[in-house]
DNA sequence: ACCCAGGGTCATA
DNA sequence: TATGACCATGGG
């Protein structure tokens, strides 16, 4: 039983993961795959990010430096499946670049989380979300991911205002919850996946995240609501 | 035919 | 500093 010293953010994660299962992201095979992921991803749905990167796959372009050789027009039409494609081709340019200067992968991997975070905003084409998301899933730091998702599912729980700003919110999930990359990883999926499947922007009345078949609507208990 | 998606930048007031 | 326009494909 929920003891009143635990967080309701620590909660709704169970039940969460209660109702979905765990959702193993990020799906991509390595770092930089993710990381290509999390630029092309941006306001684009999944699926049609896995044909950008099938296309860069097959072209042998999944890689920094071959994307940095590529010309911009060909670049844009192996992404044009995910969607604003000239301007990730050159956010992707943007951050290659960046990546390559800065010594790669395992040269990244010996910064500190702070000053790995606020060199990647500097990138440009990556704003807080896709540096958290780098930074969570790539780079396997306990950086909690702020999207719509999290401000929609959690104010109409009651658990936040609205219209917090992105770093607001983050400093209450990561104060909420003990550092643990494995837990950041899955809390955020999980929102995504409840976002998607039943908390839609414009409800149907009181349908969303309230379905009978769902554990997440079973809120007794948890104090909320 | 609409709505939406795992955002961010830039111009304007 | 706070909105609004813009980017664009593809699935439900």
Redesign the pocket.
């Known amino acids: 039983m929920a003891s009143k010293l635990t967080s309701p953010f620590e909660r709704v994660y169970q039940q969460l993961l209660d109702c979905h299962g765990p959702?193993r992201?990020?799906?991509?095979d390595s770092p930089f795959e993710?990381m290509v992921?999390?630029?092309l991803?941006?306001?684009?749905?999944?699926?049609?990010?896995e044909?950008a990167i099938a296309n860069l796959q097959e072209q042998e372009c999944l890689d920094a430096s071959q994307i940095l050789a590529c010309k911009d027009a060909s670049l844009?039409e192996m992404l044009?499946?995910?969607?604003?494609?000239?301007?990730?081709?050159k956010?992707l340019k943007a951050f290659c670049r960046w990546y390559l200067d800065a010594g790669g992968f395992k040269e990244l991997s010996g910064r500190d989380t702070d000053e790995l975070r606020h060199a990647l905003?500097h990138?440009?084409?990556?704003?807080?979300?896709?540096?958290?998301?780098i930074l969570l899933?790539a780079f396997q730091r306990p950086v909690f991911v702020i999207?719509?998702?999290t401000h929609?599912i959690f104010s109409r729980f009651g658990l936040i205002e609205e219209?917090l700003?992105?770093e607001h919110l983050r400093s209450i999930f990561e104060e909420a919850l003990s550092p643990d990359v494995a837990r950041y990883n899955e809390y955020?999926?999980l929102i995504?996946k409840h976002?998607?499947d039943q908390?839609?922007?414009?409800p149907r009345c009181a349908e969303c995240c309230l379905k009978p078949d769902c554990q997440q609507g079973n809120l007794a208990g948890t104090g909320i609501r």
């Open positions: 959702q992201w990020w799906p991509g993710v992921g999390a630029i991803t941006q306001n684009t749905n999944w699926s049609n990010v044909k844009a044009r499946p995910s969607g604003y494609f000239n301007i990730k081709a956010r905003l990138v440009h084409g990556i704003g807080p979300e896709t540096a958290d998301d899933y999207d719509a998702y929609r219209g700003g992105y955020h999926a995504v976002g998607k908390c839609r922007p414009k």
